[in-house]
């Protein structure tokens, strides 16, 4: 059967700061709790390390409780903030993990 697209994930290379920069990622509400977030964070840290790219790094929202929880049981752990980097005002908050 087939399903369509059930996540995606964005990513891009970051040289100057040498680390991959996870810009989205999203996984269809239906299919949420079924290892797909965490294939999708596996096929990105393959990619990383392919690029030679020794971290990975995702900003969140603070009031996205799920991701940061999500985030946290994938290996990824807090590296900062920035109350200026979200266009609804919402805080930031970085999590880097390492590729290897």
């Known amino acids: 059967r087939d399903h ?56 969140v929202s603070t009031k996205n409780y799920p991701a940061v929880e999500f985030l946290r049981q994938s290996g990824f752990v807090f590296c900062g903030f920035n109350d200026k980097y979200l266009p609804n005002h919402d805080i930031a908050v970085f999590y880097g993990a390492n590729v290897r």
């Open 4 to 59: 369509g697209i059930i996540g995606y994930l964005g990513m891009s290379r970051m040289p100057m700061i040498n680390l991959g920069f996870i810009h989205l990622l999203v996984v269809d509400p239906p299919y949420r709790r079924h290892g797909i977030g965490a294939r999708l964070i596996a096929a990105a840290r393959k990619w990383a390390a392919e690029h030679e790219l020794p971290r990975l790094q995702v900003a």
